[in-house]
């Protein structure tokens, strides 16, 4: 059974950072591209980034290029996202998914982790 579990969200202060986890089981990560979602309070889900099986990078939007970045663990399964500089227009519910070639048609989803930037 394909499942993905984030974990890692919390109440963080404007300017800190957080690290989300994406554990994969049922199939092997290092031959899917995976991509983070987001969805906040009262706006559509919203990619934000995504690895492919190259370990290349795509941004889907401009907002958070240098200040998130994504990479994996392929013998934990695992694909991170490091968010640093955060700002209360992060909050939002993040999601991680398979994500074909990165071109933003997720397939498989995790269940979302809480990220909330806050004073």
């Known amino acids: 059974q394909v499942q993905l579990v984030e974990s890692g969200g919390g109440l963080v202060q404007p300017g800190g950072s957080l690290r989300l986890s994406c554990a994969a089981s049922?199939?092997?990560?290092?031959?899917?591209?995976i991509g983070w979602f987001r969805q906040a309070p009262g706006k559509e889900r919203e990619g934000v980034l995504c690895?492919?099986?190259?370990?290349?990078?795509?941004y889907y939007i401009d907002s958070v290029k240098g200040r998130f970045t994504i990479s994996r663990d392929n013998a934990k399964n695992t694909v991170y996202l490091q968010m640093n500089s955060l700002k209360p227009e992060d909050t939002a519910v993040y999601y991680c998914?398979?994500?074909?070639?990165?071109?933003?048609?997720?397939?498989?989803w995790g269940q979302g982790t809480q990220v909330t930037v806050s004073s």
């Open positions: 690895i492919n099986s190259s370990d290349v990078t795509t």
């Open positions: 998914a398979t994500d074909l070639l990165c071109s933003g048609l997720p397939h498989y």
């Open positions: 049922g199939f092997t990560l290092d031959n899917y591209a």
